[in-house]
């Protein structure tokens, strides 16, 4: 199993290959190997809701799961639904109406009717895994459905997993079924360490420097200066610069290269993009600036880094 701590990068050979995050979903039908596996995913995705976009996309999702506010829904599956941006309200049979901000994630459980959706004038950006099986059976025994929802914060490693799980998923490689499963037993454990509330014991600090990689990571696809990315936190810059270089060893600009640039080698090796694709992908000015860049850390240009990773797979 693959474990991840905070900060880590993954290696090119671990780290599948990452779009731009479009509204992406798949519901998977478990086979006998799945079911005999013990834990199964059912259904994985993410969906972005502009303001005033009407909730929820029903036309992405089959019959079983579609539903409107009125009448809500009752699903067969267990679900960890996190919303990475935005805020909203969530109700249940077992809960009554609850206030959903970024950083929070809620459990669906089997049977249990509930509903969710967006404040009209935010929207929100929801990540979202159906598992089941005997093992999450027993797993899910120990959350409350009476208190489904747990803040996870703005979580660097939780985001990290759900990208890589997704990212599994669109490749379709062969064993991912039971490798999405081990991811998704690692994300359930980051949430049951934030149900405890041993966060609280977390230096502020710390919690600002794991914030600043999170909006970081969310931001390696836009074009907005790091100065921006990070207005929403409780800081100024300078104080958030200061901490944030004092913890890794760079500045948020520096950070955010490296992330776009590890991005850069994975559209390279796993894809036919050409460069202007490519720095429109991972948020450069120009294929000119990033060819420079790329030339500058790793010693040549992205051209000829991309045929020295073809003669290897070769």
């Given at each position: 199993?693959?474990?991840?701590?905070?900060?880590?990068?993954?290696?090119?050979?671990?780290?599948?290959?990452?779009?731009?995050?479009?509204?992406?979903?798949?519901?998977?039908?478990?086979?006998?190997?799945?079911?005999?596996?013990?834990?199964?995913?059912?259904?994985?995705?993410?969906?972005?809701?502009?303001s005033d976009q009407p909730y929820p996309l029903n036309h992405q999702h089959p019959d079983s799961h579609r539903f409107n506010w009125d009448s809500g829904r009752i699903l067969n599956d267990f679900y960890l639904v996190f919303i990475s941006?935005?805020?909203?309200?969530?109700?249940?049979?077992?809960?009554?109406?609850?206030?959903?901000?970024?950083?929070?994630?809620?459990?669906?459980?089997p049977s249990i009717w509930h509903r969710y959706k967006p404040k009209r004038e935010r929207g929100w950006e929801e990540y979202w895994i159906g598992f089941n099986g005997p093992y999450p059976e027993m797993l899910m025994a120990n959350f409350d459905p009476k208190y489904p929802l747990i803040n996870i914060g703005r979580n660097d490693r939780f985001l990290q997993l759900l990208h890589l799980l997704l990212d599994q998923i669109r490749q379709g490689i062969p064993g991912y079924h039971q490798a999405i499963t081990g991811l998704t037993l690692q994300l359930m454990a980051i949430i049951k360490t934030a149900s405890q509330d041993q966060q609280s014991s977390v230096h502020p600090t710390m919690k600002l420097i794991e914030a600043i990689k999170f909006l970081l990571r969310e931001a390696i696809a836009g074009n907005e200066s790091t100065e921006q990315v990070l207005a929403c936190l409780p800081?100024?810059?300078?104080?958030?610069?200061?901490?944030?270089?004092?913890?890794?060893?760079?500045?948020?600009?520096?950070?955010?290269?490296?992330?776009?640039?590890?991005?850069?080698?994975?559209l390279l090796a796993?894809?036919?993009?050409?460069?202007?694709?490519?720095?429109?992908?991972?948020?450069?000015?120009?294929?000119?600036?990033?060819?420079?860049?790329?030339?500058?850390?790793?010693?040549?240009?992205?051209?000829?880094?991309?045929?020295?990773?073809?003669?290897?797979?070769?």
């Open positions: 199993m693959l474990i991840l701590t905070s900060g880590q990068f993954l290696p090119i050979n671990l780290y599948f290959l990452t779009f731009i995050m479009k509204n992406f979903n798949k519901y998977l039908l478990p086979g006998p190997a799945e079911k005999n596996w013990g834990f199964y995913v059912t259904s994985a995705g993410y969906t972005k809701i502009d941006m935005g805020e909203g309200i969530f109700e249940s049979a077992l809960s009554t109406s609850k206030k959903v901000k970024e950083g929070t994630c809620f459990l669906l459980f800081a100024g810059y300078s104080k958030l610069r200061r901490d944030f270089k004092a913890f890794t060893g760079m500045s948020p600009h520096q950070y955010l290269l490296e992330l776009r640039l590890d991005k850069v080698k994975i796993g894809t036919g993009l050409d460069m202007n694709e490519i720095a429109y992908q991972t948020g450069f000015e120009s294929a000119s600036y990033l060819s420079k860049l790329f030339k500058k850390k790793n010693g040549i240009g992205p051209r000829e880094w991309r045929k020295q990773q073809e003669v290897l797979c070769h």
